[in-house]
């Protein structure tokens, strides 16, 4: 018999906060709960459509339940039972305390320094956490046009902290980014006389309110990355089943390993119930769901 959303809720804390085992959730599962462990109790989050939007959700249920979601289609604090199909979806409105708008969310919590972490995706990241959502190739001739920033420039500059989800391969770990839609800890200093220099940001910005504002983290399919004192990324963990010479090999850049702390912590069970049950049953955003163990299915079937 089916159990209704509120039998659901009062099953989460009878399940095991364990690690899961392999075979028992898939590398997306494990992803998300690696983005939400980048939540604080007290962040007000600005996420874009997809994974970013399931790691926090999951984060409200787990790790960070007084955190405050931003959509930047104008939704503020939703509660959401299961995900949104994107930013614009009115699921996301559920018992909100406000419905706005873009000049709400950026105008507003954004600019004027209330958001404390920015979730973003992006299509190439460099090694000083610049992202790339916009071409390949000649700006004006791309081999490659992407979709654009649809406000990944703006939330990754003036969010506090930003944690990014990419999908790692040799071409989208790069040393410089083509094109830089959204500056990491480095970028060009723009001369008066028409010439650039490759400078840290804090250096760049300095006097800004946004000096020290920018990427603290970036999850794959692989591993989870930090950022050292200079602005330079290194591996701090690497998933269960992956080892350190493939995540070099899917890396276009002397990636530093000496930082490396050992394995991807796995998803707990009551993380996957989470996941499964509440954030997105749908699977909207997560491909496929494995069978629970036994004993974890007869707590549910009970």
Known sequence: MAK????????IDKIPHEPAKTGEFILPELMA??????VRNDDIVFAGTGLPMVGIMAANFTNA????LIYESGICDGKTMHVPMSVCDQRAANMSSTLGGL????????QQGFVTLGFLGGAAIDKYGGVNVTSIGDYYKP??????????????????????????EKRRFLDRNEYTTTPGWWCWDFKADGTKEWKPKKEVWKGTAYADSGPVGVVTNMGVYRFDDTGVMYLETYHPGVTIEQIKENCGFDLNVSKVTGETPRP???????LREFVDPELIFLP???EYPAFIQEIIDK
Not at 145 to 166: C, E, K, L, P, Q
């Open 143 to 168: 081999t490659h046009r992407f979709t654009g920033s649809g406000g990944n420039s703006d939330i990754g500059t003036m969010a506090h902290r930003v944690a990014y989800i990419i999908l790692q």
């Open 4 to 11: 209704t959303i509120d039998e659901l809720i009062d099953l």
């Open 268 to 274: 707990t069970y009551q993380d996957l119930f989470v």
């Open 33 to 38: 709960i690696a983005i939400a462990h980048e």
């Open 65 to 68: 339940p007084n955190a405050t």
């Open 288 to 290: 496929a769901k494995t």
């Open 103 to 110: 000049v709400d969310t950026f105008g507003y919590y954004l």
